[in-house]
C-alpha cells in the first residue's frame, strides 16, 4: 500500500519561507512524475507544482518565481522549497504523483492523498 507523509509546514510571516517535504513508502518513485498540490478553506484542491522523472519542472501561474520543487530518487522524497510567502499561499499542502507529466496536474495517481500539512503565513 502506498503511503505519502508529507511534513514541513508551519506558520510564518508574509515573506517568509518554508520548505516541504514528502517521503513515499510502499511503491517507489521510480519513473513517476511527483507533485505537490494544495486545498485552502471552502476551495478546491488545486495544482502547485510538478516535477518529471528525469527533472524537468512545471509551476502553476500563482506561485511560478517563488517555489521550487526537488526530489531525491534514492530517498523516495519530493519536497517544495517555498519563498516569498504571502496570505493567499496559506492551505494545506498535499503530494501526488503520476505515470504522466501532463496528467498529473489534474488526475495524480501514484497513492491515495496523505493527510497534508498545514502551511500559513500571516500578514
Known amino acids: 500500500q502506498v503511503q505519502l507523509v508529507e511534513s514541513g509546514g508551519g506558520l510564518v510571516q508574509a515573506g517568509g519561507s518554508l520548505r516541504l517535504s514528502c517521503a513515499a513508502s510502499g511503491r517507489t518513485f521510480s519513473g513517476y512524475a511527483m507533485g505537490w498540490f494544495r486545498q485552502a478553506p471552502g476551495k478546491e484542491r488545486e495544482f502547485v507544482a510538478a516535477?518529471?522523472?528525469?527533472?524537468?519542472?512545471y509551476y502553476a501561474d500563482s506561485v511560478k518565481g517563488r517555489f521550487t520543487i526537488s526530489r531525491d530518487n534514492a530517498k523516495n522524497t519530493v519536497y517544495l522549497q517555498m519563498n516569498s510567502l504571502k496570505p493567499e499561499d496559506t492551505a494545506v499542502y498535499y503530494c501526488?504523483?503520476?505515470?504522466?507529466?501532463?496528467?498529473?496536474?489534474?488526475?495524480?495517481?501514484?497513492?491515495?492523498w496523505g493527510q497534508g500539512t498545514q502551511v500559513t503565513v500571516s500578514s
Open positions: 516535477i518529471s522523472w528525469s527533472g524537468g519542472t
Open positions: 501526488n504523483g503520476d505515470s504522466s507529466f501532463i496528467t498529473i496536474r489534474t488526475t495524480p495517481r501514484f497513492g491515495s
